[in-house]
């Protein structure tokens, strides 16, 4: 049992391991918060956009998001009241870092629940968009000096890290920096003059289309989520943020097109994990339960087994009586009760006469029905609180307890002669000669040692025995009556 909880544990073990280190190599920023605003864990990446040296360190100094890293305190009430709603919520916002400085993240965020559906925390992705930001703000800022100065605009363009172009009103593209080129494998020339329709997969056209005139009313910023087809066919999967803009030729568009391929892999190997995690939590547990059945069996069987060699120590297999062992067991505690009490017991020892002919005659199966049914005769004799039982071969012992006057005992002796005196079926066949001897002795009267009873009430079954006849005699000092 405890090598296969050891080997399950070991597996789980293995699993959360290699989430960990997914989690640890994440290239974005990777976190876990509560509800109430406070980390539950954070990757190195993440430690690191907020200006720590390890995760540990977050852990231990940030203890209220809200007014700790948020720029604005109340944002992350609205940000968490978005994202009860929808389950999952993406915002752009400011953080304020280890040194009081703020950098731009990019946040997706998402609930995770348990297998019964309810919400056990905050899992998110955050990447360090500073340097777009301030791209983007630079660019805004820039622009009727760009207009004037291309040379700068264009050093500023290209050194942009995302890809970044310019739409006209109708979706030409005017303008394109070289990161945008050397993405798409196409030339500055032969974008010029493209429509963003032929750069997009075909399944985000409709969506771009209705877009369009939306972005360009707007005067904020928009993004969404695309595929960009590059030449050679490859598709780019692209995370657009553009705004309006006027330029001289008319309302245009920026766009700040990021390829998100890292970070989908990212969310898809996290993903992926938990998955794999909670598939091997549900295939261990049912492996477990399993053991667990079978350990319950086995202890039952075992209870059972116990009790049956319980029973074959005390009990004579072939009559189900008291065997010599219990017999001795109940001797001494009557004895004990007797001395207790100053109460009074009776010990009878009964021997059958002529059984030996019965098996020379008949063989031992014979012999073993006639003691079975001298058994059940025995007890149909007895009292509840009485006990009969065999000591071997065809004698047994009767204890009889509580005893308020000695006629009580001969009661029972004339019952088991008289009873006695029916015949037993061997084989269907009817015996008439098997009677019994009894020996009788009384407790404290001949003793409170057992051996001493058992020896007394065995002789006086031997005088019995000795006049020919099923009888009974008492032990010598009370051949008498008295």
Known sequence: MMVGLDSINSDNRCVEEKYQEMFNNAPLGVFRSSFEGRFLDVNPRMAELLGYENPAQVLADCEDLGNEIYEDPSLRAQVLEKLRERGSYSFEGRFRDFYGEFRDVEIHLRIVKNEDGEPLYIEGLSADITSRKQAERELIRKQKELEESDRKYRTLFDSAADAIFVFDGKGQIRDANKVACERLGYSYEELLGMSYVEINQADYVPRLKE??????????????????????????????????ITLAGGPSIICIARDITNRLEAENALRRSREIIEQEVFDRTAQLKQTNE????????????????RVLAMYDPLTGLPNRALIMDRLVHTAAWV????????????DLNDFKSINDKYGHQAGDQALRQVAERLKLCLREVDTAGRIGGDEFVILLQNLARRKDVELVVERLLGTMKEPVLLDGQAYHGLGISVGICFCPRHGLDVDTLIRRADQAMYDAKSSGVSTFRYCKEDSTGE
């Not at 369009?212 to 943020?241: Q, W, Y």
């Not at 001395?339 to 009964?350: M, N, P, V």
């Open 339 to 350: 001395e207790r009490t100053d109460g009074t017991a009776a010990l009878l020892y009964l």
């Open 211 to 244: 877009w369009l005139p939306r972005i360009l009313e707007s005067e904020e910023p928009f993004t969404a989520r695309t595929e960009h087809v590059c030449r050679d066919g490859k598709v780019i999967p692209t995370e657009m943020n553009t705004r309006a």
């Open 294 to 309: 079978r350990l319950h069996e086995e202890i039952a069987q075992r209870i059972e087994n116990e009790e049956r060699i």
